[in-house]
């Protein structure tokens, strides 16, 4: 005979601190969390499939995938068609620990399994590795963020069985989901009971559970979820595409897709979604068509869609080695590249011709061809001894410029560009230039002008406002327009002082939109050549990462804000008014919290503004201590208010830390005179702005504990990790991934070492400024480190190369220093295979845990002593 309560689901699992703490054998105390909170989804019929001699069990229900209820943060009220009926989530709070949920049939021989799902969120303050146990006499799968944690397989007519796991949750929130299956064959009641026990080494964590989360920037927050990648907009500015990426733990799951909306009200009209992962997306310069490309095997297919007809075509199909392309201004032919492989080198033994024959693939060669969009034939463009490089199709058609690189060994930055007018009729080159600083090159609208980005001394220093006696940042790139008939250069951007990205002719030849970086923002701009005069144009982002103009007032583009991820907005630029035209994690990040974001100036010892901003952790109480993180570039760039990134200021907020992040003297964005300090300076100006500005941080935020302050940088900041803890004990610990610890090892074995050193060492070398490359390399300087330091590098980084790391690492080992050293492998100098750039991350805060909140335990978990 059955009980009554047989029939109905008893979940006895806390959500709430208990306060029972359970005394260990030398004194410490365990805590021991109940529950008695859970959204639940169920109980619903699980009836074994049919077939004939079919055998499916109750441990097979239990094993089999349901669907993906979980992602989107399941919440009371939320539902779920299933075959007919509603599956809703409850949120069910026990009295006295118990509360009760009625199957939809009674239990038996002959009944079916039933299956039910509950959720619910915990919360920790810290790294915490923690015992759940379960316990049902029927069977239980449990899930922590998405991943099978354990089961418990087996169901018992008398006392109910137990499962057991470890559960170690990173600082933040964490989803822990249960299915459990009814096994009708077994009489004890349908209950589940359960608790959470934090053992003594983390029995200070504040632990909680509930079913409203409150969700601050996490990990999988940063890297998973659809992300926007670029905008594009046809020519009569009526629609627009929004391309979207998605980054997944499993590499097959990652993906891109396409969306195309109307400009006027954001309505989607189509998504172009599958394998095809659509790339390169440009619309023609008539009509509604746009193109993009495919890739398989390595092979391109270069695709036309027609949006009014709704036709989808493939202009060019399975070309190995394709590279990018353009649209020529009527819409009648596009000009692409394709890449010829080198002859394949079966003796390893090679003979370098120049510097950058050390690069990847640089003995491969690139040339044009075009392909005519009516028949789809097609013409080789270029050959030659030297890669050529497409810079602007002439709006007439008839031609187009390219540019070719070779080797200038007698004078910065040691390449000089050609840039030549190639006849598309009779496929004749004529050199138009040469020099040693160019950038982008794009004719006017009218196709007597070229519009030109470079360095201040491109056309011999036209735009360097600094005079012949002081060397400029060359990486502060300026505008100039180039007459084609008189060969005349101007500087249009010499006396503006933010730094030039991109800039695009406006469609009637009247003015330039401008993106460029001014301090910590990316914005746009509009400079009118009649008033030779720039204007800002207000923008609802931060961080502006790249526009396109339609033939009218329309334009679309995409960013990021400090806070808040990317987004891609409609702009009318005769009204400046811009308005939304995708976000697709809104839904996600309206359930997160982020701290507090304010700028902190100060004046340093040399009366400059050194400007900066701090982020506070959500839930900021200032009558707390709080340890900090320092975060900088150092070198060329400003470090700008971009959300996310490989080094994520919300994230570390997140965590629990302030982040202080300086923009010290050398940054472009500041204009010329502040961006010159960084060339030559390599690790004086820079480093001594950090410093004073972290004093002046410290005694203007008491509530953080100047004891517990760490610092971290990459490549140049990284430079600049080991060049401070050299210089100063201000800094309790600090992290420096693809470091540069020798100037002149970096200078020679880098790939573009030499290049990069033509402008941050400009006329030094390792012979003429022994100063410069010895006394100021960190590894002639080790002895003077103090603190703690983490190396971070990629194996295979090209750019920095881990020898920096490595003769760093050596160096502190032999002086007894503490150090650790972290190598990726396979990783160049970006971390960018998914799970790879998950446990590098997750290190990064580990280390930050062990050293400036005194919790070593994450540390240890991921690299236990040997």
Partial sequence: MLKQNSLILILLLTVFLSAQNNQTENGMADKEISLSEWLVAGPFDSPAPGGQEASFSVKDQLSFDNGDLFSGAPAAGGAYAYFGKKLAWQSRT????????????????????????????????????????????????????????????????????????????????????????????KEPAWDVAGKLVAEKDFADANLAATTTPQWHMSIPLLLEGPQISGVSISADGKMATVNIRTSSPEPDKSEGWLELRETATGKLRQTLRGKMSPGN????PVGQVFSYTSRNNGATTLWLVDWQSGETRALIEDLKDMGGYAWSADGSFIVYSVTEKAEENKDGITRLSTPRERWPNFRDKSFLYRVDVASGLRQRLTAGEASTSLRSIHPNGYSLLYTTVRDDYQK????????????????????????????????????????????PRLFDGIGNTLGAD?????????????????????????????????????????????????????????????????????????????????????????????????????????????????????????????????DFNFVNSVGTTIEGR????????????????????????????????????????????????????????????????????????????IIEGTQKFLAAHAFVDAEKVGCIGASYGGFMT??????????????????????????????????????ATAESFPWNARDLYVEQSPLFNADKVQDPLLLLSGDSDTNVPRGESDQFYVAL???????????????????????????????ILAWFDRYLKDQGQWWKAMYPEK
Avoid at 130 to 154: C, M, N
Avoid at 484 to 496: E, N, P, Q, V
Avoid at 826 to 833: A, P, Q, Y
């Fill in 94 to 185: 026990a009295a006295d620990q118990a509360f009760l949920i009625a199957p939809a049939q009674k239990s038996g021989t002959d009944a079916a399994p039933q299956s039910a799902f509950l959720c619910t969120y915990l919360t920790t303050d810290r790294y915490s590795e923690v015992k759940l146990t379960l316990t049902s006499a029927h069977l239980l799968s449990v899930f922590l963020d998405g991943k099978a944690v354990e089961k418990k397989t087996t169901s018992e007519d008398e006392k109910p069985g137990e499962l057991n796991a470890t559960l170690k949750l990173e600082r933040g929130t964490h989803q822990l989901v249960v299915k459990t299956v009814h096994d009708p064959e």
């Fill in 470 to 598: 002081k060397i400029p940042n060359d990486y502060d790139s300026q505008l100039y327009l180039y007459d084609l008939k008189t060969g005349k250069a101007t500087a249009i951007s010499r006396d503006f002082d933010p730094t030039i990205n991109d800039a695009q002719w406006q469609k009637d030849g009247k003015a330039i939109i401008v993106n460029a970086t001014d301090g910590q923002y990316n914005r746009l701009y509009r400079y009118q050549l009649a008033k030779k005069q720039y204007e800002t144009i207000a923008l609802p982002i931060d961080v502006l990462n790249s526009f396109d103009l339609s033939d009218g007032k329309t334009a679309v583009f995409w960013g990021s804000g400090v806070s808040t991820p990317n987004r891609a907005f409609v702009l009318d630029l005769a009204s400046k008014k811009s308005s939304l035209l995708s976000f697709p994690q809104q839904s996600t990040f309206d359930k997160v919290t982020f701290g507090k974001v304010e």
């Fill in 614 to 689: 701090v982020y506070y952790p959500p839930g900021f109480d200032p009558n707390k201590r709080y340890p900090a993180i320092v975060y900088y570039y150092g070198g060329t760039v400003s470090t700008t208010r971009d959300f996310g990134g490989r080094y994520p200021k919300n994230l570390f907020a997140s965590q629990g830390y302030v982040v202080y992040v300086p923009q010290p003297s050398g940054a472009t964005g500041y204009g010329q005179a502040f961006s010159a300090l960084h060339v030559n300076d390599w690790g004086q100006r820079a480093a001594a702005d």
């Fill in 412 to 455: 910065r930055p040691y390449t000089i560009t050609s840039v030549y007018n190639l006849n598309l009729r009779t496929l004749k080159s004529e050199l138009l230039f040469e020099d040693g600083w160019v950038g982008s090159i794009d004719y006017s609208p009218d196709g007597q002008t070229l519009l030109i980005s470079g360095s």
């Fill in 281 to 284: 997306i440009n619309w023609s």
């Fill in 813 to 843: 080992k032999l002086l007894g220093k503490e150090v650790e050293y972290v190598r990726v492998a396979g990783e160049d100098h970006h971390i960018l295979t998914h799970n790879k750039r998950v446990a590098w991350q997750k290190t």
């Fill in 722 to 759: 080991m060049s401070l803890l050299t210089q100063t004990d201000i800094f309790a610990t600090g992290i420096a991934h693809a470091g540069i610890s020798s100037l002149s090892s970096y200078w020679g074995e880098g790939f573009w070492g030499y290049l990069y050193s033509s402008v």
